[in-house]
């Protein structure tokens, strides 16, 4: 089981904080009539937003959060790392294709699903291969079972609850009035969802070398000969 470096856990940890300080420091600069329960995320980033640098830096940091996170979280399998890295890099395409100031853009709302559905969608991924894995001893912890956060009714409730919070944003844009508040919602829980799982591999680790037997222990009658198990009778006994 490949351990998950400090680092990790500091690069998860910072995608939701990011997108908080993002979000408020860049919605303070905005004029009065800037509503964070109305106007979404985007338009912070968006043509014509005042200091639009604050939440595109913000946004481009956050998707290196989840490229970071996807290189190390070798516990939850080739396609949860693909679709989190996938998450990532659209996340920092936004820049590239910002919301106009009047009117929509198709490629900012191409980009953004894709996006949102990466991010929801990749702790599933990790659900859909937990029998192999666990059958190789992949991803698993001493006891037989996966960490937590990738064992299958916690990672398919995980991938329910981001689509949820998404299906909510949807029904927001198509004529509530609530579609920063919901976009907000959904955004930070996506974000915490890689820190759960970076957390969750590191403890499965922990527990791993906790239980993983010592090396025997060298005969003192044979200090040249090969290691006995503690408690075997030496040559001389």
Do not use: K, N
Request: aromatic residues 6%; contains cysteine.
């Amino acid at each position: 089981m490949r351990a998950v470096p400090s680092w990790a856990v500091a690069t998860a940890a910072a995608a939701p904080v990011l997108l908080v300080a993002g979000w408020t420091v860049a919605g303070a600069r905005q004029p009065p009539g800037y509503d964070p329960v109305r106007d979404t995320i985007s338009e912070l980033a968006g043509e014509g937003a005042t200091d639009s640098w604050l939440m595109a830096g913000c946004l481009a940091l956050l998707g290196c959060c989840y490229l970071g996170t996807a290189l190390v979280l070798h516990a939850a399998g080739l396609p949860s790392r693909f679709l989190l890295a996938l998450g990532g890099t659209a996340t920092i395409a936004l820049i590239a294709f910002p919301r106009p100031q009047v009117g929509g853009s198709p490629a900012h709302g191409t980009v953004a699903t894709i996006a949102v559905l990466a991010l929801s969608l990749w702790p599933a991924g990790s659900a859909l291969r937990l029998p192999r894995a666990v059958r190789r001893g992949v991803a698993a912890s001493p006891a037989g079972t996966p960490p937590w956060a990738f064992r299958r009714p916690v990672a398919l409730a995980a991938t329910a609850l981001l689509l949820v919070l998404f299906g909510w944003f949807v029904v927001e844009v198509t004529g509530g009035s609530r579609t920063g508040l919901a976009e907000r919602v959904a955004a930070l829980a996506v974000a915490l969802w890689p820190l759960a799982a970076v957390l969750s591999a590191r403890r499965a680790h922990r527990r791993f070398l906790a239980r993983s037997p010592e090396p025997p222990a060298a005969d003192p009658a044979r200090p040249d000969g090969p290691p006995v198990s503690p408690g075997r009778p030496g040559a001389g006994g």
